[in-house]
C-alpha cells in the first residue's frame, strides 16, 4: 500500500492532480489486468499488430495529435512544447548523457520535437520517425538534425554502428516492438548508451500495450 501511495504522490506532482483523477480508471484496468493474466508476454506485444492497423493508428492519432499538439490538457498552456516535453522526458531519467562529441547518435520516434537530440552534443544527429515527410508541413527542423522517415524495425544502419541511443515513448507506437528492440540492439555500439522509457499499459490508440512483464522479458 505505501508502494502505491508513493506512486501517486509521484504522479501528482508530476503531472498534476487533474490528470492523475482523470487518467485514474485507465490506471487501475491497466493494473489489473498485469495481475491476472500470466508471466508470459503479451500476444500483441511479441508479435505486433498488422500493417494495416498500424498505419491507420498513425494517420488518425499521432498525425492528428501533432498537427495541434496544445489541444491536448497534457501540453494546454505550454506554446513552447519542446521545452516541455525535454523536461518530462528528462525527468524520467537519472543524469542522462548527453556528451557524446565525435559520436553518432540515435532518437527513435522522435516525433517533430526531436526527442533529446536537440540537446545532444554529438558529430551526428539522427532522428527516426515514420511521420517525417508528412511532419514537415507544420514543423521546421534543426540544421544539424538528420531526420530520416523510417520504421524502427529496419533501421539503415550497419551493425554497431551508433554511440547512443534514446527511445522515449514510442515502443507502443510500435508495429512489432520486439523487433524493433532487437534493431536497436544490432546498431548499437559494444557497451554504448541506451536511454528507454515506454508507458505501461499503452492506450486504445496505440498500436501495442507494453506490459511490466514484457519488459522484463
Not at 2 to 18: D, P
Not at 26 to 51: A, E, Y
Not at 161 to 166: E, L, S, T
Request: include cysteine.
Amino acid at each position: 500500500m505505501l508502494k502505491i501511495l508513493k506512486k501517486i504522490r509521484k504522479r501528482i506532482m508530476e503531472e498534476g492532480l487533474f490528470q492523475t483523477v482523470k487518467k485514474a480508471p485507465h490506471l487501475i484496468r491497466v493494473k489489473i489486468k498485469s495481475i491476472i493474466k500470466d508471466k508470459k508476454p503479451t500476444f500483441f506485444s511479441r508479435w505486433g499488430v498488422s500493417s494495416r492497423k498500424w498505419k491507420k493508428i498513425q494517420l488518425k492519432h499521432e498525425l492528428n495529435f501533432w498537427k495541434n499538439p496544445l489541444q491536448f490538457q497534457s501540453l494546454d498552456g505550454y506554446p513552447n512544447f519542446r521545452e516541455k516535453l525535454f523536461t518530462i522526458t528528462k525527468n524520467l531519467f537519472s543524469n542522462v548523457i548527453l556528451d557524446f562529441p565525435g559520436g553518432k547518435v540515435l532518437d527513435i520516434g522522435c516525433g517533430p520535437e526531436l526527442g533529446f537530440l536537440p540537446y545532444v552534443n554529438a558529430k551526428y544527429k539522427i532522428g527516426i520517425e515514420p511521420l517525417a515527410e508528412e511532419l514537415r508541413q507544420f514543423y521546421n527542423y534543426d540544421d544539424d538534425i538528420l531526420l530520416i522517415t523510417s520504421s524502427c524495425e529496419q533501421l539503415p544502419f550497419c551493425k554497431e554502428n551508433i554511440d547512443a541511443i534514446y527511445c522515449t515513448n514510442a515502443l507502443d507506437h510500435m508495429r512489432r516492438p520486439y523487433k524493433a528492440l532487437n534493431e536497436m540492439y544490432r546498431v548499437l555500439k559494444h557497451h554504448g548508451y541506451f536511454a528507454f522509457s515506454v508507458d505501461i499499459g499503452g492506450t486504445k490508440k496505440h498500436p501495442v500495450k507494453i506490459m511490466e512483464k514484457d519488459l522484463r522479458k
